[in-house]
Each structure stands twice: as structure tokens, then as C-alpha cells.
């Protein structure tokens, strides 16, 4: 298994509804661990890079003002196939296509207020959290709890 870090960022909605913890606790349940956490006010030239994939799309401006609204919290964990495994918990980007269990899938009712970005390659995924963390603020370490989580063959 092939271990991955992904960028995950809980939108202003997650904050503001206070559900920042359950999502936390949903990937550390599942067995990720997080190597980068922080809460932070998001700058439009931020915003206008991190979509910048969406920049000629109709919804360009309102993804941009939206996540600059209220604090986010970016996180970035570490697993085997971390970027599907995520991935596949947060669920379609459409809430009402999300199967129930799964964190849009729970949580959200509408796209444009979906709770959660998280990474959808591993290039992206680097860009992101180079993006997000810059050359700082991972931290690799070892869990007591790895060796009841994950398995010795590669």
C-alpha cells in the first residue's frame, strides 16, 4: 500500500456549524494521521489561486467569496491511498448524489455549501499543501497506535 498525503480544508460552513471535530474524528477513526493542522482566515489572492482551475466557470467569484467568509481549517492527512480513502468518506460533490455515512453525505444539503475540499491526485494533493503549508508546519511522527492500523507489508 502506497502511503499518501492529501489536503483537506473544512469550509466556512463546517466552522461555523461546529462540526470541525466530527470531521476530525471521522479520518482519525479511520485510521489517518494528521500531520498538518491550522485554522486560518483565507486571503482572496489564496482563494483565487486555490480555484484557479475555476477561474472562466460561472461560480468562480461566489467559491472565492465564499470560502473567504469565515475561518476554514486545512489539514493534511497522511495514509495508505489517503487521497481515494478521503476522497471516498467525504462523498459527491453534490450532496444529494452522496451516499449516507459519508461527510457530505450527513452533514450538507446543497453544493454550494458542501463542508469539505479535499484533494483529488496526488499531484494536486502536492500542490495544495504546498499551497495551504508552504515548506512549514508538517510534522512526521511515529503512532503507538500504527502498528494496530497499518500493515508491515509494502
Same mark, same amino acid.
Given at each position: 500500500?502506497?502511503?499518501?498525503?492529501?489536503?483537506v480544508l473544512i469550509?466556512?460552513?463546517?466552522?461555523?456549524?461546529q462540526l470541525v471535530g466530527r470531521v476530525i474524528a471521522?479520518?482519525?477513526?479511520?485510521?489517518?494521521?494528521i500531520v498538518g493542522m491550522r485554522l486560518t482566515?483565507?486571503?482572496?489572492?489564496?482563494?483565487?489561486?486555490?480555484? !484557479?482551475?475555476?477561474?472562466?466557470?460561472? *461560480?468562480?467569484?461566489s467559491l472565492v467569496d465564499f470560502i473567504t467568509s469565515s475561518p476554514v481549517v486545512a489539514i493534511v492527512l497522511e495514509g495508505p491511498n489517503a487521497i481515494p480513502v478521503v476522497r471516498s468518506m467525504v462523498g459527491a460533490t453534490k450532496p444529494h448524489e452522496s451516499a449516507p455515512g459519508t461527510i457530505r453525505g450527513d452533514f450538507a444539503l446543497e453544493t454550494a455549501k458542501n463542508l469539505i475540499h479535499a484533494s483529488d491526485a496526488e499531484e494536486?494533493? !502536492?500542490?495544495?499543501?504546498?499551497?495551504? *503549508?508552504?515548506d512549514g508546519?508538517?510534522?512526521?511522527?511515529?503512532?503507538?497506535?500504527?502498528?494496530w492500523i497499518l500493515s508491515d507489508e509494502a
Open positions: 500500500m502506497k502511503s499518501q498525503r492529501t489536503l469550509k466556512p460552513d463546517g466552522v461555523q456549524r471521522r479520518f482519525e477513526d479511520r485510521g489517518l494521521k482566515a483565507v486571503s482572496r489572492a489564496l482563494a483565487e489561486h486555490h480555484y !484557479a482551475v475555476h477561474k472562466e466557470r460561472p *461560480f468562480f467569484a494536486t494533493a !502536492a500542490a495544495e499543501i504546498q499551497l495551504w *503549508f508552504g508546519g508538517l510534522v512526521g511522527y511515529e503512532r503507538a497506535t500504527d502498528t
